[in-house]
């Protein structure tokens, strides 16, 4: 997608494709629950990770497969911020303007409990948006109405638009700042599927964030861990990394 679109937010959306994998495997959400009023919702308020979930979306038949082909293309109906459109009614909300995402997902959460649904709300959020105030506003709202049905994911690569997390705004203590907060948390390798799943089965008595330690760029080894990789969008080359990696899991 990146490659054939040019598309930026390459290495952004490859720290996160596990987790969103992992919500998808712990939610209710399948291609015939979409139009359920009940069924668990997901905002991703990371929404520049537009190709991630899409493509995972796409592999949990929530995306037609032929659709990923025209991604970012004039007339399509994947855009490169997170949108929902006719293509895509699985995504409960078009997202991009980072530090909104959490509080829209707290409403949800809060709403569903007034009309008595027991699903859950999951909100993806970038690290680089814990910068902002409204993010944490909605930290205490969540926590002031023990939103239980509420989990945050926090896609912790340590790299902003611009530089380090750290260089740009330190977070740290970052787990202990949501505990003071009044939210369960559970700190793990975002990259571990199973650890994820594990997490997503937690149903602790008050809101719970999921703080997933990542890499930037994973698994494209000379992006890892760069602030270029928030740029510059897939070669040739990577593409043809991803074909020998294919072939080799092929035969074993």
């Known amino acids: 997608m990146s490659l054939s679109a040019k598309s930026a937010h390459f290495g952004s959306s490859l720290s996160c ?14 291609p015939d629950s979409v139009e359920r009023n009940g069924r668990d919702r997901i905002v991703v308020s990371k929404g520049h990770a537009a190709m991630a979930v899409y493509a995972t979306y796409e592999a949990w038949g929530l995306v037609p497969a032929d659709a990923i082909e025209n991604y970012l293309k004039d007339g399509s109906g994947l855009w490169g911020h997170v949108t929902r459109t006719p293509l895509c009614p699985a995504i409960d909300a078009s997202t991009g303007s980072l530090g909104h ?4 997902a707290a409403g949800r959460a809060l709403g569903a409990r007034l009309r008595g649904w027991k699903h859950r709300t999951f ?21 002031h109405y023990r939103l239980d ?3 945050a994911l926090v896609d912790f690569n340590k ?8 260089e740009v705004m330190e977070l740290e203590p970052f787990a202990e700042k949501w505990r003071s907060f009044g939210w369960h948390v559970t700190e793990l390798d975002g990259h571990d599927h199973a650890g994820l799943l594990n997490a997503l089965e937690m149903r602790p008595p008050k809101p719970h964030v999921i703080i997933a330690h990542t890499v930037k760029g994973k698994g494209v080894p000379h992006i890892e861990g760069t602030v270029s990789s928030h740029y510059i969008p897939a070669t040739a080359a ?4 991803l074909k020998a990696a294919e072939a080799s899991c ?3």
């Not at 494709?17 to 399948?30: M, T």
């Open 17 to 30: 494709v596990e987790l969103l994998d992992a919500v998808l495997a712990a939610s209710d959400i399948r």
């Open 101 to 104: 995402g959490l509080g829209q």
């Open 123 to 143: 909100c993806l959020l970038s690290d680089g948006e814990c910068d902002e105030g409204s993010t944490w506003e909605a930290i205490l709202f969540s926590a």
């Open 149 to 151: 049905n509420l989990i």
């Open 159 to 166: 790299i902003q638009s611009i530089g380090s997390v750290s």
């Open 238 to 241: 990577d593409l043809a990394l």
């Open 250 to 252: 092929a035969s074993l």
